[in-house]
Structure formats: C-alpha cells, structure tokens
C-alpha cells in the first residue's frame, strides 16, 4: 500500500511539474524564396537566387544569415551578411528589434511587419524606414519552412 501511494504522488508530482508551453507558430528556421520592395511608385525584385538566405526566430530573438551559394570563391560576387535581435509578436503584428547587423548604421531601428503563416509559408510584408539614411520603402518577404 505504501508503495501504491509512493507511486502515486510520484506521478502526480511530475504531471504537475509538466508546465505546458504554448505553441508559436512564427518559431523555426525559414528561407528565403522571395522578396519585393516597393520605393515610391516602383516595385521590384531583391530576391537574388545566387544567394540563400535564411532567418531563424525563437521565442525572445530573431537572426538571418545571407551568403553567396559559390563560397565566396568569386570575389567580385561574394555575399554575406547577417543581424538579428529581440522581436515581438502580437497577433499578426510581428515587430523586430535590430541590435545585431554587419551594416552598423542600422542597428537599433525598430521594424513592423504583418506575418501570415498559411502551411510552411511565412508572408511577411512591413516598412523599413530609417530617416537618416534616406532609407523608406515597404518590403514583402516570403519564406519557406527548412524540415
């Protein structure tokens, strides 16, 4: 009998240890499969299928690494960049906090993006706006879950 109840405070205690944690669907790795910006009244294309990029979100922090797919082995063009920092998710508003990135100059600037997730398909579409640089323009990326 003591055993049976030894058991069964055992079990109740780690099934109430078991804190469960909600699910966030903006969390994993993703790539890159396109991107348009729009400046003033023209849109085109910054999706460079000579390189890869991708963007990996946590629960506190974002980081996003792009770099040529030849290794750098043509200097003349050899990519790579990357940033990352604290963001926010707040329904479909999805705001990043860019304390990370090799182009210094646009560190600490704050981004508000609209993300839809429909499948493995991220849809984010936002401003990037820093006046100091002469920088505004809407961007829309969209980007496929890596497995």
């Known amino acids: 009998?003591?055993?049976?109840v030894s058991i069964f405070i055992l079990i109740i205690t780690l099934t109430s240890c078991n804190s469960e944690?909600?699910?966030?669907?903006?969390?994993?790795?993703?790539?890159?499969?396109?991107?348009?910006?729009?400046?003033?009244?023209?849109?085109?294309?910054?999706?460079?299928?000579?390189?890869k990029m991708i963007k990996i979100i946590n629960d506190t922090h974002?980081?996003?690494?792009?770099?040529d797919l030849n290794n750098g082995k043509d200097s003349t063009n050899a990519v790579f960049f990357g940033g990352g920092g604290k963001?926010?998710?707040?329904?479909s508003?999805?705001?990043?906090?860019?304390?990370f990135f090799n182009n210094r100059q646009w560190e600490n600037n704050k981004f508000e993006f609209t993300v839809k997730i429909k499948n493995?398909?991220?849809i984010q579409k936002g401003i990037e706006k820093i006046e100091k640089l002469g920088v505004d323009r809407v961007?829309?990326?969209?980007y496929v879950r890596e497995k």
């Not at 963001?87 to 329904?91: A, G, I, P, R, S």
């Not at 508003?93 to 304390?99: A, I, V």
């Not at 961007?139 to 969209?142: C, G, N, Q, T, Y």
């Open 1 to 4: 009998m003591k055993k049976a």
């Open 21 to 51: 944690k909600k699910e966030n669907p903006i969390e994993g790795t993703w790539r890159l499969i396109s991107a348009e910006t729009t400046e003033k009244d023209s849109t085109f294309s910054t999706f460079n299928p000579k390189t």
């Open 62 to 67: 974002f980081a996003f690494f792009n770099h």
């Open 87 to 91: 963001y926010t998710l707040k329904d």
């Open 93 to 99: 508003t999805y705001t990043e906090n860019l304390e």
């Open 120 to 122: 493995d398909t991220l």
């Open 139 to 142: 961007i829309i990326e969209k």
